[in-house]
Each structure stands twice: as C-alpha cells, then as structure tokens.
C-alpha cells in the first residue's frame, strides 16, 4: 500500500519499537564511512531515508537524525561487527529507493544502504519509495501508522532565537 509524503514523516511503530519513513527532496551524494574504507552513494528525489529505533525511545532524536541526513547531507558510520559500541547504538539510518528491514543483523555495522536493523515486530517489512511516498509491504498486524508533520526549518529557526 502506498502512503503518501509531501512534508510529513510516517511513524510506523510497533508497541516497543519504530521506523521514520521520509522522503528525499534534493539529489545528493551521500557519503558512508567504515573503518577502512569510504562508499559514495547517489541519492536522488523520491528516495527513502529511514531511522530504526529497534528498541524504541523518544521520536525527536529520531526526527533529528532524519533531518541531518536529509537535509544536511551528514555523512553515515558503519562500525566493524562485533564493534562493543554498536550495543549503544539507540537510532540507526538507511538511505535508498528501496529498504529491507530485519532483526538478524547487528546494529550499526552494515554499509548496505537497502538493509536496516528494526525490532522483531517491524521486520520482514520492504519500503520503497514510489509515486511521492512510500509503499509498505509485509507489514505484520499490529503494527500502527501515524504521519507527522515536522517543520524542520520552524523547528531549527525556535532553536536558534
């Protein structure tokens, strides 16, 4: 099913866990940063940014986050398995046309843009970004969709007065 995003972020959260959906508005490149290497991606108009929070916790970190990659371009971190920070690691992001989500991956430690960690309850799941928005497949029941309206600019703008 397609849900549609003009401004909104989707907030789809299970009772202990979420994801932010938002889409991309300018092409860019976006750069991920592992130990040993530097990966540049392409991401162009109508792709996906989305933030995993596996084991929930506060949405404005998250919103955050999104906006940083977003709209900021900053670049990702990708850890080295079995990095002991990655267990810290509260909110991650993945940037593509199309995410897998999935809970048998250690967090933090992947580079590929098209995989991110979620919880048991949001995994299985596949976001593509598609006709303005986002469409959403194998969504397990229970799970509940809320859009957000975040003002990014209004929101930095209070921050700075």
């Given at each position: ?158 921050l700075i007065q």
């Amino acid at each position: 099913m397609n849900y549609h995003l003009d401004d909104e972020v989707l907030l789809i959260s299970s009772p202990h866990s979420f994801l932010l959906a938002a889409k991309v508005t300018e092409t860019f490149c976006l750069c991920i940063e592992t130990s040993n290497a530097e990966y540049c991606q392409g991401v162009s108009v109508g792709d996906l940014v989305v933030v995993s929070a596996p084991e929930g916790g506060p949405v404005e970190p998250a919103l955050l986050l999104a906006e940083l990659v977003r709209r900021f371009h900053i670049p990702l971190l990708v850890l080295p398995r079995e990095h002991p920070g990655s267990r810290r690691i509260r909110y991650v992001v993945s940037v593509a046309s199309e995410i897998f989500t999935s809970c048998s991956i250690q967090r933090g430690t992947h580079p590929d843009q098209h995989l991110i960690c979620s919880s048991e309850a949001l995994s299985g799941m596949t976001l593509i970004g598609r006709d303005g928005g986002v469409d959403i497949s194998h969504m397990h029941p229970g799970i509940k969709l809320r859009y957000i309206k975040y003002d990014a600019k209004t929101e930095f703008s209070c921050l700075i007065q």
